[in-house]
C-alpha cells in the first residue's frame, strides 16, 4: 500500500522555522541591513532622499513624497532635489552640498522649501555622505521635516517677548523684578535705572536700597526685609522716599507688590519720580499758607472792628467762637467744617459796625425801636461778608446765628433744620458766654444760669445735641474759656 502523508500533519517545530509564510524573527531582519536602516529612518518620521553628488534623487521614502506634496515617492527618482528648493536658497543648497560632499556631514540647515502645488514650507535638513567603493563619496543621504509650525511659533513668541520688552522698557515708571528669595533684581527697565542717572549694573549691584535715602535706610530695611517675605500676594505697598541725585533733591514713590511669573514668586517694584508732584505740593501749601495768614489778618481785623465800636463785647467773639470750636469738635465735624465754625463765630457780630454806636453802648435798658436796630445785625454782617469768596458759607451762617429752632428767633424766623449746623451751634455758644460774663451794664450771672438757659431750652430754641455737648464740655469735660 502506497504511503500517504497526511495534508493534516502536525508540522514539527523545525518545520516551521523553515516556513517561508512564517513572520521572521527580529534577528532574521537584522540580517538585511539596507531594509534595517529604511525602517529605521522611516520609524524617525523624517522624510529621506538620497541624491547623487549632483542632487538628482535616486530614492525618496514615502514621508519625502507626502513632504513634497507627490503622490507616489517613485515619481521623484531622477528629478533633481533642487527643483523643490525656493529659489532664494537654491545658491546656498549648491554650497553646502558641496561642504557635505568634502566635509562628509552638515547638520540643521533650514531652507524654504517648495512643494508641487508651488506653497511653500520650511524644513530642516540633516546630510551626510554615503561612501562607495574605493571609499570614495558616491551619494548623499538627506533626512529633512517640516518646521513651519515651530519656526512660527517661535517667531511669534520672540514677537511678543520683544512687544512686551518695548513696553517695558517704554512706560514712564522704573519696574524693577526682584527675587523674594535673595532680594537680588532680576530684571529692571531703562526707566529704573535711568530714574537714578546710573547704569542697570550699579542698579543690580545695590539692589532696591538704591532708592533708599540715608535718613530712611532703617525704615525702608525693614519694608524689604520684613515685606518681602510677609507681603500677601494682593497688597500693595507704596512708600516715598528721598535722595539728593546730582546735587538735586528727589523724591521716588515705590510701590511693592508681590506677582507671580513663570509659576515663580517675585517682588515687583514700581518706582516713580514724584519730584515734581512734590515741589508742586511745597508751592501749594507754602502759597496756601501765606492765603490763610492774610485770612486770618482778616478775620482778625473784623473782629477788632466790632470791639472798637460796641465797647460792651470785648472779647465776646472771640469766646464764643472758643466754645463753638470745643462743640463742634466734640460732635465730630470734620476738620474743615470746625475751622468754619470757629471763623464764622470770630465775626459772628460784624454787622455791629452799622449800628449807632450810641445804641450799642447805651448804659440803660433798649427801647423796643433800639431793640430792633441791633435786630438787623445779622443781615448787615451778611451784606458785608456776601462777596468774599470764603470756602465755606460764612455769610449766610452768621445771617441765621439769631435764629431758633421753634421760629422765634430772627431775622427769618427759621426752624429746625432750616437752621444751619454751624449757625445752632454758634448760637448756643453765642448765648451761654453772653449770659456767663459780665457786661458793663450788669453782672456777670455764671455759667451755671448760662446751662440753666439752654437747658430749659433743649430742643425748643436750642439744638439738643449742642445742648448736651455744652453742658458734657462745662460739667465733665472741664472746659474753660481763655
Ligand atoms: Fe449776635
Known sequence: MKKTVSKNKKKTPKNRIKSKTEPRSAIDFLKNPMEFYEKLLITTGDAIEITDLDGNIIYASEHAAALFGVEDSKLLKWKSSIVFIAPECREKALLNLKRVIKEGFLSRMEYTMLRSDGSRFTAEINSSIIM?????????????????????????????????????????????????????????????????????????????????????????????????????????????????????????????????ISGKQYLIAVVRDITKKKKMEDDLNQSFNAVKKVMDGIINAMEKLVEKKDLYTVGHQHRTAQLARAIAGQMGLPGEQINCVYISALIHDIGKIFVSGSILNKAGPLTKEEYEIIKQHPEAGYEVLKTIDFPWPIADIILQHHERLDGSGYPYGLKDERIYLESRIISVADVVEAITFARPYRPAFGIDKALEEISANRGRLYDAEVVDITVSLMKEQGFKFE
Open 132 to 260: 562607495g567603493e574605493n571609499s570614495m563619496p558616491a551619494a548623499v543621504l538627506n533626512t529633512m521635516h517640516d518646521v513651519s509650525k515651530s519656526r512660527l511659533t517661535e517667531g511669534m513668541l520672540k514677537k511678543t517677548e520683544e512687544n512686551y520688552r518695548a513696553i517695558f522698557n517704554a512706560v514712564n515708571d522704573g519696574i524693577i523684578i526682584v527675587d523674594p528669595e535673595t532680594g537680588d533684581i532680576v530684571d529692571a527697565n531703562k526707566k529704573a535705572y535711568e530714574i537714578k542717572g546710573c547704569s542697570f549694573e550699579m542698579l543690580k549691584e545695590r539692589g532696591l536700597r538704591l532708592f533708599i535715602s540715608p535718613k530712611d535706610d532703617t525704615a525702608i530695611e525693614d519694608v524689604l526685609l520684613k515685606n518681602r517675605g510677609q507681603l500677601k500676594h494682593d497688597d500693595v505697598h507704596v512708600f516715598e522716599c528721598s535722595d539728593r541725585v546730582a546735587g538735586v533733591e528727589q523724591w521716588v514713590e515705590v510701590s511693592l507688590k508681590k506677582d507671580v
